[in-house]
């Protein structure tokens, strides 16, 4: 099996930063493309910021500036820098990897359990 274990929520005031981390455990061969994504209350869950196997990122208008998103590929970990954070990006964060397990297979996508992000005075 595969899990996804994420950490680095909490509580932060306006313009301060928190680094969130997801690190994928259990049968892996490869890890492809990892992201995360946020949900607010009453809203869908949409992308934050994604990476592929080979560096080319993607941000949400939104976090361009603001929040940086990197990987470990020797640890199937992610990370995502929030630096300047408004009270707008208080969500659960949640990470989703895609991962093959073997060679043979196919890859899929995995999620984590997600993490409180909240921004307040």
């Known amino acids: 099996q595969v899990q996804l274990v994420e950490s680095g929520g909490g509580l932060v005031q306006p313009g301060g930063s928190l680094r969130l981390s997801c690190a994928a455990s259990g049968s892996i061969f490869r890890v492809f493309t990892m992201g995360w994504y946020r949900q607010a209350p009453g809203k869908q869950r949409e992308l934050v910021a994604d990476i592929t196997r080979d560096d080319n990122i993607n941000y949400a208008d939104s976090v361009k500036g603001r929040f940086t998103i990197s990987r470990d590929n020797a640890k199937n970990t992610v990370y995502l820098q929030m630096n300047s954070l408004k009270p707008e990006d208080t969500a659960v964060y949640f990470c989703?990897?895609?991962?093959?397990?073997?060679?043979?297979?196919?890859?899929?996508?995995?999620w984590g359990q997600g993490t409180q992000v909240t921004v307040s005075s």
């Open positions: 989703l990897q895609t991962i093959k397990r073997v060679p043979i297979s196919s890859a899929r996508e995995y």
